[in-house]
C-alpha cells in the first residue's frame, strides 16, 4: 500500500512564492517519476512539472521559469517552487509518482490528495 501526501498550498498574492510537498509512503521499492498536475474550475487536469529518477525535468509553458520540481529521494518526496504566482496559477494541485512497489515487478501511478492554491490579484 502507498499513500502520497500534500503539504503547501494556501492564499498567496500575486507576484508571491509558495512550495509544495509531496511526500510517499508505503511499501516502495523504487520511485521512477515524480509530478506535479493542477486543475482549475472548468479546465481539464494538465500536467505542471515532472522530474524523472535520472533528474530531467519537463514543464508546462506556461510555468517554465517560474516553477522549480526537484526531489529528495532519501524522503520519497518531491517539491514544486512556485514563484511569481499569477491568478491563473489557481487550481487544485495534484502530485503524481510512479512507483515500483517492493517484491512486485511492476509500475503504477499513485496520486496524491490535492492541495488547493490560489492566487490574488
Known amino acids: 500500500q502507498v499513500q502520497l501526501v500534500e503539504s503547501g498550498g494556501g492564499l498567496v498574492q500575486a507576484g508571491g512564492s509558495l512550495r509544495l510537498s509531496c511526500a510517499a509512503s508505503g511499501n516502495i521499492f523504487s520511485i521512477k517519476t515524480m509530478a506535479w498536475y493542477r486543475q482549475a474550475p472548468g479546465k481539464q487536469r494538465e500536467l505542471v512539472a515532472a522530474i524523472t529518477n535520472g533528474g530531467s525535468t519537463n514543464y508546462a509553458d506556461s510555468v517554465k521559469g517560474r516553477f522549480t520540481i526537484s526531489r529528495d529521494n532519501a524522503k520519497n518526496t518531491v517539491y514544486l517552487q512556485m514563484n511569481s504566482l499569477k491568478p491563473d496559477d489557481t487550481a487544485v494541485y495534484y502530485c503524481?509518482?510512479?512507483?515500483?512497489?517492493?517484491?512486485?515487478?511492476?509500475?503504477?501511478?499513485?496520486w496524491g490528495q490535492g492541495t488547493q492554491v490560489t492566487v490574488s490579484s
Open positions: 503524481k509518482m510512479l512507483i515500483h512497489r517492493a517484491y512486485t515487478s511492476g509500475l503504477s501511478d499513485y
